[in-house]
């Protein structure tokens, strides 16, 4: 290779790499006129081809030629995506530079991370599962007859079996329990164990100020020979103390699971109050998860003997939570992309 080819090699890598550097049209048109400009370096060199011997000027004038079709176009192409970048109005060129903000998570994420933070510390591992569940989970292996009123078309988003090629019967979960099952098996975990799965849930409701049909719900499951109502108590209040930071007592009230005997309502003493607000409508208490000991049936489900091993479970809401913790009234705002609500959570 001749020195003067070498220089039109280096010059070629030298306006590429600088090309795809450039970012608005000023510093576009100063390449124009360095490289291929009237005076720019590759039309000097052109230039003094004709001082060189006619064997290689045939041949530099040739690879001159083609490297200012090149540059040519390449510029050309620069041009048409910097003046596009324009008329979007892309800050780096429209503005000055500065103002540009950090992100951070979403209120929810940070609850969900908490929760996580909080259980694993505490021994639990944590379960991750399908938001497209089969009905066997959902409902079935939960101890959910057939005839239960949950399992209507009204409360659950049902998948069209044929759509999917199947016989199924497959819905969007709407509750976080068939991870109780699921866990056991697909994790093959063997008593004793704590675990908690955290998720998104679906169910066919119209929106209002509490209710969604996408929210998102956590559920734990404990199981050994003899974890009782006691321990999943001192567990639970321990959990809401760190979440809230704040000292609180938990109650129960007995009520009904199918998956559950005996099921119970968890209420946290008021993290607001101690003679009655607002929030926990005069009464001291706050309302914040169902639980219970685990359904023989459902122990049977995951293949675990109930004769021999006994377990608490239970499932709340993180959308919950994360409105009563920072005093959110509308439970809509948390999918509602407004950056002036979310920006608080940073
Ligand atoms: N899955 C129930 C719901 O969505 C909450 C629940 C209640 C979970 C009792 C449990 C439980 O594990 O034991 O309303």
Same mark, same amino acid.
């Given at each position: 290779?001749?020195?003067?080819?070498?220089?039109?090699?280096?010059?070629?890598?030298?306006?590429?790499?600088?090309?795809?550097?450039?970012?608005?049209?000023?510093?576009?048109?100063?390449?124009?006129?360095?490289?291929?400009?009237?005076?720019?370096?590759?039309?000097?060199?052109?230039?003094?081809?004709?001082?060189?011997?006619?064997?290689?000027?045939?041949?530099?004038?040739?690879?001159?030629?083609?490297?200012?079709?090149?540059?040519?176009?390449?510029?050309?192409?620069?041009?048409?995506?910097?003046?596009?970048?324009?008329?979007?109005?892309?800050?780096?060129?429209?503005?000055?530079?500065?103002?540009?903000?950090?992100?951070?998570?979403?209120?929810?994420?940070?609850?969900?991370?908490?929760?996580?933070?909080?259980?694993?510390?505490?021994?639990?591992?944590?379960?991750?599962?399908?938001?497209?569940?089969?009905?066997?989970?959902?409902?079935?292996?939960?101890?959910?007859?057939?005839?239960?009123?949950?399992?209507?078309?009204?409360?659950?988003?049902?998948?069209?079996?044929? %759509? #999917?090629?199947?016989? /199924?019967? *497959? +819905?969007?979960?709407?509750? $976080?329990?068939?991870? @109780?099952?699921?866990?056991?098996?697909?994790?093959?975990?063997?008593?004793?164990?704590?675990?908690?799965?955290?998720?998104?849930?679906?169910?066919?409701?119209?929106?209002?100020?509490?209710?969604?049909?996408?929210?998102?719900?956590?559920?734990?499951?404990?199981?050994?020979?003899?974890? %009782? #109502?006691?321990?999943? /108590?001192? *567990? +639970?209040?321990?959990?809401? $103390?760190?979440?809230? @930071?704040?000292?609180?007592?938990?109650?129960?009230?007995?009520?009904?699971?199918?998956?559950?005997?005996?099921?119970?309502?968890?209420?946290?003493?008021?993290?607001?109050?101690?003679?009655?607000?607002?929030?926990?409508?005069?009464?001291?208490?706050?309302?914040?998860?169902?639980?219970?000991?685990?359904?023989?049936?459902?122990?049977?489900?995951?293949?675990?003997?109930?004769?021999?091993? @006994?377990?608490?479970?239970?499932?709340?809401?993180?959308?919950?939570?994360?409105?009563?913790?920072?005093?959110?009234?509308?439970?809509?705002?948390?999918?509602?992309?407004?950056?002036?609500?979310?920006?608080?959570?940073?």
């Amino acid at each position: 290779m001749t020195n003067t080819q070498q220089q039109i090699k280096e010059l070629e890598k030298k306006a590429h790499r600088e090309l795809v550097e450039i970012q608005d049209p000023s510093a576009l048109e100063a390449w124009r006129v360095l490289y291929i400009g009237r005076s720019g370096k590759l039309p000097e060199m052109l230039r003094n081809v004709k001082n060189l011997p006619d064997e290689e000027k045939r041949i530099v004038g040739k690879e001159g030629n083609a490297l200012r079709r090149d540059l040519e176009e390449a510029y050309e192409e620069k041009r048409h995506a910097v003046s596009k970048d324009q008329e979007v109005g892309l800050p780096r060129v429209a503005l000055p530079a500065g103002g540009a903000k950090w992100g951070h998570l979403h209120p929810l994420t940070l609850s969900m991370n908490r929760i996580i933070e909080i259980f694993s510390a505490m021994g639990f591992i944590i379960a991750d599962g399908p938001e497209v569940e089969e009905g066997k989970y959902n409902f079935d292996a939960l101890n959910i007859p057939l005839d239960h009123p949950a399992r209507g078309e009204g409360d659950t988003f049902m998948i069209d079996p044929k %759509s #999917i090629g199947g016989e /199924k019967d *497959i +819905v969007l979960r709407t509750q $976080t329990s068939p991870m @109780q099952i699921r866990s056991v098996q697909s994790m093959h975990l063997t008593p004793p164990f704590k675990l908690i799965a955290p998720g998104r849930v679906f169910r066919r409701e119209k929106a209002d100020a509490t209710h969604e049909s996408t929210f998102y719900q956590f559920e734990g499951l404990g199981i050994s020979e003899t974890i %009782s #109502i006691a321990d999943f /108590k001192g *567990i +639970v209040a321990e959990f809401f $103390t760190l979440f809230f @930071q704040k000292e609180v007592t938990v109650r129960l009230r007995p009520s009904y699971f199918p998956f559950v005997e005996p099921g119970f309502e968890v209420d946290m003493s008021c993290v607001f109050c101690k003679e009655g607000c607002r929030i926990c409508k005069h009464t001291g208490w706050i309302e914040v998860m169902g639980a219970g000991m685990v359904h023989p049936n459902v122990l049977k489900n995951m293949n675990i003997d109930p004769e021999k091993y @006994q377990g608490f479970a239970f499932g709340g809401a993180i959308d919950r939570l994360t409105m009563i913790r920072h005093g959110v009234t509308d439970i809509r705002m948390f999918w509602s992309g407004d950056i002036r609500f979310l920006r608080q959570f940073s």
